[in-house]
């Protein structure tokens, strides 16, 4: 793939020293994108031929336990450099690197002695899986990954085709979702392809995501005879609920007009192209005449009036009939993509409750709502 780093200055550099530059495809030589089946029990072939590309300095989108990404060597920076250009991702957006084993996490970052402890304990309980720490990086780490910023964000993935090939290549393993930049993330092999089809050589198709959102990403604060703060970048799988037995967890605040902590937190995100908009309550909804409306309902059972008083012209149950937060998780992403592909005017989404997975979910659906 003869990718290449052009970058497009809007607005001069940010306050990480990078300008705000879209990292674009050019000439991207690759014809069409080969999709390789991997199953728990057969993963051997589609192991060594990710491997195979990877090694060479190529990206190959891998199912994880969250979304698809969008993976390279984390320490070779061209392979890195055609990620950002896949995906048209500004270089302020930094990526986060995947490690095979505990033992590699000091190869990607230096663990301050004043909360090695609690990494480890947050390893122990939620790695594999996934669950984000942003810990100060090793100088192997290239900058292009981490955005220039002297810090790493970094996990271990539970997804079994995963772990092979981040065992088997040797290397840490640089990934974002593997969607365009902006868009909604991939849980499924062929919404890889409807984001991604030409711009990379291969998906591994490892099957739907199992948690359906990224990963939660926190930083660590340590205090003086106290539990350390954790300070929540991104809201996902783990919950506020899980983390605090821990450490206090406090969100992160965005600031207007800064770059954010974590690029996954820009106001727009995850963005279906077909507008988005949260009615606290869809029955209060009314339908403009003439236009095409979509639901993204909750659970959309027998008794929620309100799935059949309109005539919607499609309509999307997020966990339909029983209501569970789990489902929910799963599905919200596949949901959004099947509705943005239903030629409508506007899609009209129910608020699910922000307690547990709920949080994140409603972090996306709010994102999802705000017009680039
Ligand atoms: P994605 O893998 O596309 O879900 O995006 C990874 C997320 O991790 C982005 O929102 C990044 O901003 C965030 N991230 C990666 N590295 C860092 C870091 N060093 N500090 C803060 N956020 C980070
Ligand atoms: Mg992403």
Known sequence: MAASLVGRAKGGTGKYGFASAAIVCQNSGV???RIVHASDEDMKPAVREACGLLRAGEIVALPTETVYGLAADAFQPEAVAKVF?????PAFDPLIVHIGSRRDLARVALVPEDISETVNQLATEFWPGPLTMILPKHPDV?????SGLPTVAVRQSA??????INKELGNPIAAPSANRFGRISPTSASAVIKELDGRIPMV???GACSEGLESTILSIEPRDGKKPIFRLHRAGPITKEQLQKFGKVEKV???AGELPHAPGQLPSHYAPVTPLRIVEDPRDFR???GKRYGLLCYRGGDDDAYVRRHEWDAVEALSPGSGKLAEAAIRLFFAMRQLDEAGLDEIIAEPVSETGLGVAIMDRLRRA???P
């Open 369 to 371: 709502s705000v017009r």
């Open 142 to 146: 290239p900058d292009l990954v981490t």
């Open 159 to 164: 997804h079994p085709v995963f772990r092979a």
């Open 85 to 89: 250009a896949a995906k048209e991702r």
């Open 287 to 289: 339908p403009e005449e």
């Open 31 to 33: 014809p069409e994108t």
């Open 253 to 255: 605040k965005e600031r």
């Open 204 to 206: 591994v198709d490892g």
